[in-house]
């Protein structure tokens, strides 16, 4: 049974006006699947559309064989669905430690057992949780929203472009961090525009393009197709 | 001197009672909500009939010594905030939910506006516009301080018994908001509701929380204005501006800067009558949030944008 499965999805934040067009994708447990594509091709409204954060008009969304279609973001937190915003990941007023114990309350996990691990995971933040979110390094926060949607000891992780906004070293380090929280069983997709980095950590890569996944491949597969780099050359995948 | 402290004090908590619903509202759904002193009217014209049906049935009531009123007052009072509650509930799915999901804030703040006018004058239709009262016996006033200590002071006990109300809500509220998941996922919910939503809290829930509390402490409000002065169907509306103030001047999205906005406004209020007299009383209150904002732009408890 695959972790999650996205079978012709079809979302958008305006009625008629799908920016998600009957994309499908299946990440088996464990995985790390990337999502690319061009800008403007509804690889961050797809996975918001999982999330439950924009409106799905059309097609399924199974997580662990169960149906989540159209659920509340709140309630997915609750069974099992992480997922790291691309912006504005980390209430900034807070410190990490209020962050992580906040999560812990909402989410009712046995707190000080949950926040350790996490603390071993992210040794970083555990040396200075008493710091406001809001001074945190662009690393740093990216590591803390990671932290914070780990609290709820998800299934599977979304992240909308955990790259934005960083050095290429920060990239390496938040990524190198995902590939260890996939070794405590997490079950990764991504969406990203920093296609290398992303192929480097991914085991799968869909190319989304206009609302639809065009190219569907083993990571190294895609790291060398010319067709990925035409679709980001602007052709839109369209053979003239 | 003393005396108009004293007075500013009362007037300023019962502000601020007001005030904490108004900044509530305003932090977790962003928009300035004008039809919350009708709330406060509604809260104490509603105590008012329950108070009308308890004496019905039970026969007249005998005050509890000091005070100008009995126990069927304060079931009254909780009755009223529940059913002002579920006002607040009603007026939110009737309208403001229907208009969050695609209007803009500004929309949001007409639509109250003309909430406030149906509410006042369907209050107006039903009740009339002739002043009430709880309660027509005369009370005397305790003199706390002598009359050649800095002017004097007398309370009267409903007075005193308004301010520590006030003082225990206000350490209800900070310790709800503090200590329980609900008030916890409230603070997360005005700092940033998308990332709340997907930390797992209910911001639909979050909302209904925000208009129990804030009609709630609406109505003992309105009960207290009209314990301590009358009850008239303007009552929530003449609050409405120091209301505002209180909140703006606190720190707008700031439950402490109301409670500190509301007693600056009373004090601010009561202080310059014997200054500019009492006609003028109200535009001091703005005074000192004009003085207030030029200084501090956030207001006393506002967190930078």
Not at chain 2, 252 to 279: D, K, R, T
């Amino acid at each position: 049974m695959s972790a999650l499965s996205i079978e012709a999805l079809e979302a958008g934040y305006e009625p008629g006006l799908p920016i998600v067009r009957g994309a499908s994708l299946t990440v088996e447990p464990n995985e790390i699947v990337a999502v690319l594509g061009p800008n403007g091709a509804g690889k961050s409204t797809l996975i918001k559309a999982v999330a439950g954060l924009v409106p799905v008009t059309a097609g399924r969304v199974l997580l662990q064989g169960r149906d989540i279609t159209g659920r509340p973001a709140h309630r997915l937190v609750h069974e099992g669905l992480g997922f790291v915003p691309q912006t504005e990941n980390v209430f900034v007023n807070l410190s990490i430690e209020d962050n992580l114990d906040l999560a812990a309350s909402i989410v009712r996990a046995p707190k000080k057992q949950r926040l350790a691990e996490l603390y071993a995971l992210f040794p970083d933040l555990a040396r200075q949780r008493r710091l406001l979110a809001g001074r945190l390094s662009g690393g740093q926060r990216q590591m803390l929203a990671v932290a914070r949607a780990l609290v709820g000891a998800p299934k599977v992780l979304m992240l909308d472009e955990p790259s934005a906004g960083l050095s290429p070293k920060l990239v390496g380090l938040v990524f190198e961090k995902l590939l260890e929280v996939r070794r405590t069983g997490v079950t990764i997709l991504l969406v990203e525009q920093n296609v290398k980095a992303a192929l480097a950590i991914a085991d799968r890569a869909a190319v989304l393009v206009e609302g639809v996944e065009r190219i569907v491949g083993r990571a190294g597969d895609l790291a060398n197709d010319p067709r990925v780099a035409d679709l980001y050359l602007g052709h839109n995948g369209r053979v003239a | 001197m003393l005396q108009l402290i004293a007075n500013g004090v009362i007037i300023g908590s019962v502000i601020a009672l007001g005030a904490i619903g108004l900044t509530l509202a305003y932090s977790i759904l962003r928009f300035a909500n004008f039809a919350h002193g009708e709330y406060l009217t509604w809260g104490a014209y509603l105590a008012w009939t329950a108070l009308l049906g308890f004496v019905a049935v039970m026969g007249p009531m005998t005050p509890i010594e000091p005070f100008s009123f009995g126990w069927p007052l304060l079931l009254s009072l909780v009755l009223a905030a529940v059913v002002t509650a579920g006002l607040a509930l009603a007026l939110d799915a009737l309208l403001f939910r229907r208009l969050r999901r695609r209007g803009s804030a500004i929309t949001l703040i007409m639509a109250s506006f003309g909430a406030a006018l149906v509410l006042r004058n369907m209050l107006q239709f039903t009740y009339g516009a002739v002043p009430e009262y709880y309660s027509r016996e005369i009370q005397v006033a305790i003199r706390l301080v002598p009359r050649d200590v800095l002017g004097g002071l007398r309370v009267t006990p409903d007075q005193l018994l308004v301010l520590g109300l006030t003082v225990v809500l206000v350490i209800a509220l900070h310790l709800f908001l503090t200590r329980t998941t609900l008030g916890k996922a409230m603070r997360a919910t005005s700092l940033n509701p998308q990332l709340a939503s997907v930390t797992g809290i209910d911001v639909d829930r979050v909302i209904r929380a925000t208009w129990i509390i804030g009609a709630v402490l609406a109505a003992v409000a309105g009960v207290f204005s009209g314990l301590t002065v009358q009850l008239r169907p303007q009552l929530g509306f003449d609050l409405l501006l120091p209301l505002f103030a209180a909140a703006i001047l606190g720190g707008i999205g700031s439950v402490y800067g109301a409670v500190a906005g509301g007693l600056i406004v009373g004090l601010a209020e009561s202080l310059s009558v014997p200054l500019v007299g009492a006609e003028y009383r109200a535009a001091t209150a703005f005074v000192v949030l004009i003085a207030i904002l030029l200084v501090r732009p956030t207001g006393l408890f506002g967190e930078k944008a």
